[in-house]
């Protein structure tokens, strides 16, 4: 079966912060946001955010490195929500929270 990283302590990293996987990336949503992360070769994990709503669709990516924690990772998705897709910042917040990941500590 195909991964969506090489590496198994990396993919446990974003299972563990609540993806799951999608066909070759795996998949977090809360709030009107989407987000899938998927191995770039140079460039470590891709994240992928993509809002649908009745009146916008936006979608864009940001880098990640791979040596990153699950605390890092979190952070970086959270504040590219909040900056993003303000109406799903506090879902994400929750969401990372009820998982006991702490956000900029």
């Given at each position: 079966?195909?991964?969506?990283?090489?590496?198994p302590s990396t993919e446990e990293k974003y299972l563990k912060l609540g993806f799951v996987p999608d066909g070759l990336s795996l998949k977090l949503t809360a709030g009107k946001v989407t987000v899938y992360a998927v191995e770039h070769p140079w460039k470590g994990a891709m994240l992928t955010l993509e809002s649908f709503t009745p009146r916008t669709m936006?979608?864009?990516t940001v880098a990640c490195p791979t040596k990153c924690?699950?605390?890092?990772?979190a952070g970086l998705i959270y504040m590219n929500v909040a900056q993003n897709f303000r109406d799903s910042a506090e879902a994400f917040k929750a969401h990372f929270q009820?998982?006991?990941?702490?956000?900029?500590q």
């Open positions: 079966m195909m991964k969506a990283f090489s590496d936006s979608q864009y924690s699950r605390e890092q990772i009820q998982l006991g990941v702490p956000l900029f």
